[in-house]
């Protein structure tokens, strides 16, 4: 595997320019030009503050590893009737993989799981970053969502932040749409699984869109 596009630190200005965007602030013109193009990003991302339904039941929140290009009538039948599985079943089955200790690190006081397609698409970049850096990836994924709620500032059952990491062979950071969404079962009663954007149900897409 080659090492010569290693992905480059965020500098300064665009660690402060993604801050700022995460939390709904001014851009500074003091800035550099890829704090800009950073900070356009963020917010073109997360569009305008977005209005979650706050009254959507948690049970009506699915999730797949798959999301089929066109949705058939007796395909969602069929998904009706599929058993569902407790978070601990989830877990040992390796559908989720638990970060609940890193979460805790940086503030996040609940648990949290990501789903396997978010693991293996952002955290592992399609298999190609080494496993030292799978940790970063996800402290950089944890800590956008915790901005994204103290941006918010209310629960709601799914939302919606954007996280800023490079994925080779691009240097250069890129935003990646992600959904945290609120379950729970008799195990553990509140947690947060963050997925793609494409594996969440439509009924909890933000307004606006």
Same mark, same amino acid.
């Given at each position: ?9 965020? !500098? !300064? ?7 700022? &965007? ?35 039941? *948690? ?9 089929? $290009?066109?949705?058939? !009538?007796?395909? /969602?039948?069929? &998904?009706?009737?599929?058993? /569902? ?13 638990? *970060?609940? $200790?890193?979460?805790?690190? *940086? ?33 950089? @994924? ?8 103290? #941006?918010?500032? #209310?629960?709601?059952?799914?939302? %919606?932040?954007? %996280? ?16 945290? @969404? ?5 195990? *553990? ?13 439509? /009924? ?6």
């Amino acid at each position: 595997m080659s090492t010569s596009s290693t992905p480059r630190p965020l !500098t !300064t200005d665009e660690k402060k320019a993604a801050e700022a &965007a995460f939390r709904g602030g001014p851009f500074d013109s003091k800035w550099s030009a890829s704090a800009r193009a950073i900070y356009e990003g963020i917010t073109k991302a997360m569009g305008p503050r977005a209005t979650l339904f706050e009254d959507t039941p *948690v049970e009506q929140v699915t999730m797949r590893s798959e999301v089929e $290009p066109t949705a058939k !009538t007796d395909q /969602v039948a069929e &998904a009706s009737q599929t058993p /569902v599985l407790t978070r601990d079943e989830a877990l040992q089955a390796g559908y989720l993989i638990d *970060v609940t $200790p890193l979460a805790q690190s *940086v503030g996040l006081p609940v648990s949290i799981c990501l789903s396997k397609p978010l693991w293996d698409v952002v955290i592992t970049a399609s298999h190609t970053l080494p496993e030292e850096q799978h940790e970063g990836r996800v402290r950089d @994924v944890l800590v956008a969502l915790r901005l994204r709620l103290a #941006a918010i500032g #209310a629960a709601s059952p799914a939302i %919606a932040f954007p %996280a800023l990491l490079p994925f080779p062979p691009e240097p250069v950071p890129q935003v990646c749409p992600l959904y945290a @969404v609120a379950m729970g079962d008799q195990s *553990v009663p509140y947690s947060l699984t963050i997925l793609l954007a494409n594996e969440v149900s439509a /009924v909890i897409k933000p307004t606006g869109n």
